[in-house]
């Protein structure tokens, strides 16, 4: 006998990158950010109080809320901060598809939708991308809920912003971009978000500020959505901790960009060296580069970067099978990985 809900029995559960206990490893495989975050972070972390760790953090994240509001332009009902971004797109499946609903995503993108999905025991309707992973919506698309994720993983790119605007325009739906990586990228969405009804942007301070290990995210949108949200949300879902170090952070915007500025920076060298190789790059707008190695098999690179201590990311799968997704890591740690990868596919690699 079975007391699971037959949804779970039957989910296939979301696989997070792996976290190796590999000594001296050179960790490019969850899109962490290699620089450490704002100094405000560590003050902000020395300065909690036992009475803050007694009482319950505030429920509506006020403060943080309010700075948010101030670096986007809209005002503080506009802003919902969750436990991580992960957070956000779930609370999204439970506030916007209705039983029997229907949840879209791009085919391939990030692996966690079609998971949410299946949780929410609604359909899934995925789009598959054009030649090159390129933007491709069949004109009468309809769902409930749309996850767009720009720019996309694991590829890296951004969608055309003029192709983004226009599937909102005309979408029945909710519009949930995901802009996870956008402050490696030239551009973004956020005016989307403040002038259409049916659009949140959903962020994070995973990659940019180096808080991958606090797990705090938000969305910017329309009140009616943003009010949706706070309906359904845990009572106290942000603790006092996370409050206090994000408000550090966000408060710090100057070492973000120089962080960025620095990934960027490796990312183009890192690609350039890699075309200069043989091998195929995707252009990138985040902080990772989705390439096909040359003359060798995906799986078979993964592994000998991985018996030198090297561990990248290798998603099985007719789509996605044949490239690797390579996080952007320090200087020293990206001429390792080049180092490593002319043995891997030499066929030298260390056994």
């Not at 700075?67 to 901060?81: D, I, M, Q, S, T």
């Not at 705090?216 to 603790?239: C, E, F, Q, T």
């Not at 901790?241 to 990312?267: C, P, W, Y």
């Not at 390579?326 to 390792?336: K, W």
Request: overall charge neutral; proline content about 6%.
């Amino acid at each position: 006998m079975s007391y699971l809900r037959k949804a779970v029995e039957r989910l296939a559960a979301y696989v997070p990158g792996e976290q190796p206990r590999i000594p001296n490893i050179v960790k490019l495989n969850t899109n962490e950010n290699p620089y450490p975050p704002s100094p405000r972070v560590l003050e902000a972390i020395q300065a909690v109080t036992t009475d803050e760790l007694r009482r319950y953090p505030d429920p509506n994240c006020t403060a943080l809320c309010q700075k948010l509001a101030e670096l986007h332009g809209v005002r503080e009902h506009c802003v919902f901060v969750g436990n991580g971004s992960d957070e956000v797109l779930a609370l999204c499946t439970r506030a916007f598809v209705e039983h029997g609903g229907t949840i879209g995503y791009f085919d391939t993108t990030y692996s966690l939708y079609p998971v949410l999905a299946d949780i929410q025991e609604s359909a899934r309707l995925p789009v598959e991308l054009g030649p090159e992973f390129a933007w491709c919506m069949p004109a009468n698309y309809r769902a409930s809920l749309f996850f767009l994720a720009n720019p996309n993983a694991p590829t890296g790119m951004r969608f055309p912003d003029e192709e983004v605007a226009e599937f909102c325009a005309r979408f029945s739906g909710v519009v949930v971009i995901d802009e996870a990586y956008v402050d490696f990228a030239d551009a973004d969405c956020m005016a989307l978000a403040r002038t259409r009804e049916n659009v949140l942007v959903a962020r994070t301070l995973s990659k940019s500020y180096s808080l991958a290990g606090l797990r705090l995210g938000y969305a910017v949108g329309a009140p009616v959505l943003i009010d949706a949200l706070y309906k359904i949300k845990d009572s106290y879902n942000v603790s006092a901790f996370s409050q206090r170090v994000g408000l550090a952070a966000v408060t710090d915007i100057e070492t973000m960009r120089a962080n960025t500025a620095r990934v960027k920076a490796t990312r183009e060298r890192v690609r350039a060296a890699l075309l200069t190789q043989g091998h195929r790059v995707w252009p990138s707008q985040a902080n990772f580069l989705w390439m096909q190695p040359a003359g060798n098999e995906a799986k078979e690179v993964f592994e000998g970067l991985r018996r030198q201590g090297i561990v990248v990311r290798h998603f099985p799968g007719p789509k996605t099978g044949m490239c690797l997704r390579i996080t952007v890591g320090t200087e020293i740690e990206m001429d390792r990985f080049l180092d490593g990868l002319r043995i891997a596919v030499g066929g030298k690699a260390m056994a």
